[in-house]
């Protein structure tokens, strides 16, 4: 089987809905030889590598080690639908006032979040882990999360291209 992703069965002409993206997320990880080749681990920073862009959707790799962490963020307008490949990852979601609620999510797990969602994903477990980022509209920027001088929470608009 040589199968290319560009040949995955998708929508075209449109954005995708979360359940579109779930289904996208889903076929790449069920075909390793689209994505193996981009694994590479590195302790000091995430590895990603983007494996599909159109204008209604991109698909990221990405790989994670020990302390590896996004920070809270937002994907702007992008909806998103994250499959885990390999090992753990841990995503909070921000709550005011509270703390962060969290879940830990292995191998075989695939989770969504709308573009309103305030979160950040970080790496749990003792193995590096791998996971498949889709995103609809394509991601092109991000806002990420930090507490102020004065302890007020502000946002920073960043492009996809600033790793977060």
């Not at 590896?68 to 979601?93: C, L, N, P, Q």
């Not at 498949?132 to 004065?150: E, F, K, M, N, V």
Request: proline share 6%; aromatic share 4%; glycine share 6%.
């Amino acid at each position: 089987m040589n199968q290319r992703i560009e040949d995955l069965m998708r929508p075209h002409g449109r954005d995708l809905t979360e359940q579109e993206l779930i289904t996208v997320a889903t076929q790449i990880a069920s075909v390793p030889e689209l994505w193996t080749e981009c694994v590479s681990h590195d302790p000091e920073h995430r590895t990603y590598e983007e494996l599909l862009r159109d204008e209604h959707l991109d698909v990221w790799l990405l790989c994670w080690s020990r302390d590896h962490d996004t920070g809270f963020h937002d994907h702007d307008e992008s909806v998103a639908a994250i499959a885990v490949i390999s090992g753990h990852v841990r995503e909070d979601r921000l709550r005011p006032g509270k703390s962060p609620r969290s879940r830990v999510l292995g191998a075989g797990t695939i989770f969504t979040l709308p573009s309103v969602a305030i979160h950040r994903v970080l790496h749990a477990g003792e193995v590096p882990a791998v996971t498949i980022h889709a995103y609809s509209p394509p991601l092109t920027r991000t806002g990420a999360y930090r507490i102020g001088p004065d302890g007020e929470l502000e946002r920073e608009l960043l492009s996809c291209e600033e790793e977060l």
